[in-house]
């Protein structure tokens, strides 16, 4: 019996073995091939990519873009979680549930929203003119700026969620006995709260950065000729250069990175679960 | 005073300027769905043009056939292998169960970019042609752990006592399982199901670098309308499918409203 129940695990395990395990196993092995179509183990891609300054330019940038997604997303997110777990009574499950519909709305009507947004001439640009703030056009739209704004308002929400359930579970008793005890509200603050909620901002900080190296549906659409990134110059190589190998040693870089920061910040995150 | 400013006006306001930041740019999109303007543009002139186009536009239908079809397959697909998955997964070892579970969480923390070019390569590599049934394997494998999270946390919940007095009281394995196991998942069954429906049908990255040529999904078709010129049929149709995807959340929502919140661990005690 318990045999037979074991068995119901594998199909699950077959599947993402077969269909995503596998296929990275073959994606690396093509990035130690030449796109030239010499056979045979080569460290070329790799050696290409590390080589240019044009690909570290870019690297620099992708990590720079997300860092700063990240940066901007914990500015809006802690306060709001902050203020929804430890202010708002009756408005708490209201906020909430506005903070996730837009989960459920296309992540491409989120960026095509953002698109005619900030558009020359689009409603933003007609706004900020009949108010008197700018003249002329806005010239938002296609640069590093627009990127960001349309990165941050597709992540920042998650981060809402992890940092509001790290802060619910900070026990309202220990607030009163750090004030009890003669402690300010921002030393409570940042010696009681801050600290107990770290492992919610390292999860929300994880559920953001990572996913912003590899995004291209942004950048390349918001960002223009000006949003090149990591996950732009690999679409490129499968869409319009077809130099798969080299494609492939670039999305393994990103990979490094990934995984790189994801073990990073598990570990950070980690150290605050043990105090 | 001052306590009113700090805990009352001050959050209030930060909270309604963040929705604002959130809902901005869709509620914009909605209503430029109804301007006569070719180029989502003011002033506003009320028009259903673009809705008229729409209901013509077979390219458009079309992929909003293929894309709701596709996650349909996609969900039927996830939630039986994650609802066998659960019921198996209390007979593994502790640790074959960690790293099973993390093998299928693992497409959660992969950028989806890299896990579609795998797979394209993977097809190259087998010397096939790009066909729908590697969609739906690459659909099915990022809608899983969303499915999986779903009905773990149901299951972490389920008390095992109920089962066992329905075996001692002589019911057959069987029955034990329809008349038990399913009713005590059917929540948890429903809401992975629509989790892993909208993720497959809200994806573009998988269906962008592995569907057949002369196929395409609603976000494919929304991209290229993008790259090579829109109008506001776009608007349109993105409104149609905010508004189905709220209808079904509500619904949703009403039926299974606890296992949700289980889910996202607002009752994780």
């Known amino acids: 019996m318990k045999k037979k129940k074991k ?26 091939q030449s796109d030239s179509g010499s056979s045979g183990v080569t460290l070329e891609n790799y050696t290409n990519f590390f080589l240019k300054s044009v690909y570290l330019k870019l690297t620099y940038r992708t990590i720079i873009n997300s860092l700063a997604v990240t ?22 499950n209201i906020v909430m549930i506005l903070i996730l519909i837009p989960f459920f709305t296309n992540q491409l009507v989120r960026v095509y929203s953002w698109l005619i947004f900030l558009q020359d001439g689009g409603v933003l640009n007609s706004f900020l003119q009949s108010v008197g703030l700018i003249e002329g056009s806005l010239g938002i739209l296609f640069t590093q700026g627009a990127v960001v704004i349309g990165l941050v308002h597709a992540f920042f929400p998650y981060m809402v969620i992890t940092i509001y359930l790290a802060l619910e579970r900070v026990d309202n008793s220990l607030l ?28 929300g900080i994880m559920i953001v950065f990572v996913p912003c190296l590899g ?51 598990s570990r950070i995150g980690r150290r605050y679960d043990n105090e | ?16 300027m ?63 292998l ?22 299928i969480m693992m497409p959660m923390s992969i950028p989806w970019l890299i896990l579609a070019l795998s797979m394209l390569l993977f097809i190259r590599f087998l010397d096939l042609d790009k066909n729908m049934f590697f969609v739906v394997a690459g659909h099915v494998v990022i809608s899983l752990p969303y499915a999986m999270l779903s009905l773990q946390a149901r299951i972490q919940a389920l008390d095992p006592a109920l089962e066992e007095m329905s075996a001692s009281l002589g019911a057959s394995a069987l029955s034990t399982f329809r008349r038990i196991t399913v009713p005590a998942l059917a929540p948890a069954i429903v809401a992975g199901g629509f989790l892993a429906f909208m993720i497959s049908f809200d994806n573009f990255a998988i269906s962008y670098f592995l569907i057949p040529a002369g196929t395409s999904t609603l976000p494919i078709e929304i991209q290229s309308s993008i790259k090579f010129g829109f109008t506001p049929e776009i608007n349109a149709i993105s409104t149609v499918i905010i508004g189905v995807s709220l209808l079904c ?13 289980n889910m996202i661990g607002g009752k994780k005690k």
Do not use: H
């Open chain 1, 176 to 203: 009163e006995a750090s004030s009890s005890l003669g402690a300010s509200k921002v030393r409570t603050f940042f010696q009681v709260v801050l600290p107990l909620s770290m492992p919610g901002v390292v999860t």
């Open chain 1, 71 to 92: 940066i901007i997303s914990l500015i809006i997110s802690y306060p709001l979680a902050y203020f929804m777990a430890k202010k708002f009574k009756g408005l708490k």
């Open chain 2, 249 to 261: 959340l509500a619904i949703v929502g009403l039926i299974m409203g606890s296992s949700i919140e």
């Open chain 2, 82 to 103: 994650a609802t066998m998955f659960v019921l198996g997964m209390k007979t593994l070892s502790r640790s074959m169960e960690g790293l099973f579970r993390s093998l």
């Open chain 1, 215 to 265: 995004t291209f549906v942004e950048p390349r659409i918001l960002g223009g000729v000006n949003g090149t990134v990591i996950g732009t110059v690999i679409e490129d190589q499968f869409f319009e250069i077809y130099g798969w190998n080299f494609g492939a040693a670039i999305a393994f870089v990103l990979f490094a990175m990934v995984i790189i920061s994801m073990t990073g910040l």
């Open chain 2, 1 to 16: 005073m001052r306590k009113y400013f700090t805990d009352q006006l001050i959050p209030t306001v930060y909270a309604l």
């Open chain 2, 18 to 80: 963040a929705l604002a930041f959130l809902y901005t740019p869709i509620i914009v999109l909605m209503v430029m769905g109804f301007n006569e303007s070719r180029y989502n543009t003011l002033p506003f002139s009320f028009s259903l043009e673009w809705y008229s186009a729409l209901a013509k536009n077979e390219v458009l239908i079309n992929a909003a056939i293929n894309s709701f079809v596709l996650a349909l397959i996609t969900a039927l697909i996830c939630v039986v």
């Open chain 1, 7 to 32: 068995l119901l695990t594998f199909p699950s395990i077959i599947v993402l073995t077969v269909f995503a395990i596998l296929p990275l196993i073959i994606m690396l092995v093509y990035s130690f």
